[in-house]
């Protein structure tokens, strides 16, 4: 019997860890999500303020390829300029 209520106390403990694990991955992308969130906002004040500039459309494209690589990484200059397309 004492065993068996060690493997099931070792099953829990290892049960709690996992949930542990879990919940901190959880935490550590939602922050991300929001970091993202506030980047993307801050940059679609940016890119409207150059939309509305009296600038010629290639020289308003440049700067906001250059907002894009200065505010993200790769990946997400990417996904910013989709969801600029969406908009």
Do not use: P
Request: glycine share 2%.
């Amino acid at each position: 019997a004492t065993a068996h209520a060690e493997q099931g106390t070792e099953r829990q403990v290892r049960r709690q860890r996992q949930i542990g694990i879990r919940d901190r991955r959880l935490q550590a992308l939602e922050t991300e999500r929001q970091a993202w969130q506030h980047r993307y906002q801050d940059y679609t004040l940016q890119r409207d303020r150059i939309h509305n500039a009296a600038l010629s459309s290639d020289d308003k494209q440049k700067q906001l390829d250059a907002l894009r690589r200065r505010l993200f990484s790769t990946s997400e200059q990417q996904r910013a300029a989709a969801l600029d397309r969406l908009n």
